[in-house]
């Protein structure tokens, strides 16, 4: 299994980025993937999972202003990134797992069995 993250870049405070994870050996059809953050000194952060009939996730710093979503048919998942703040600036990546997570479960890094490089997104002030 592999999870390539791509669409990182500069981008000014209130701007958008779209990012997507390419998954290769890894059907989205089932199963649950997600994006975690993580910026220069801080521990890391999860974003937001979309998992299968279950409802898409998101951390409270995000919501409302991010939106993840994905395409089955080319096995890739997006994170559409909106309203952009400098706190924003971390290097985002995606993690997988065949498990469809619960709610109290997609935040933590070890529920995931898969984790892709990570690519990085800077919100200049």
């Known amino acids: 299994v592999q999870l390539q993250a791509s669409g990182g870049g500069l981008v000014q405070t209130g701007g958008s980025l779209r990012l997507s994870c390419a998954a290769s050996?890894?059907?989205?059809?089932?199963?649950?993937i997600a994006w975690f953050r993580q910026a220069p000194g801080k521990e890391r952060e999860a974003v937001s999972c979309?998992?299968?009939?279950?409802?898409?996730v998101y951390a409270d710093a995000v919501k409302g202003r991010f939106t993840m979503s994905r395409d089955n048919a080319k096995s890739t998942v997006y994170l559409q990134m909106n309203s952009l703040k400098p706190e924003d600036t971390a290097v985002y990546y995606c993690?997988?797992?065949?498990?469809?997570?619960?709610?109290?479960?997609?935040?933590?890094?070890?529920?995931?069995?898969?984790r892709g490089q990570g690519t990085l997104v800077t919100v200049s002030s």
């Open positions: 993690a997988a797992t065949r498990r469809n997570l619960i709610q109290s479960s997609w935040p933590f890094i070890t529920n995931y069995d898969y």
């Open positions: 050996g890894f059907t989205l059809d089932y199963g649950s």
């Open positions: 979309i998992r299968t009939s279950r409802p898409t």
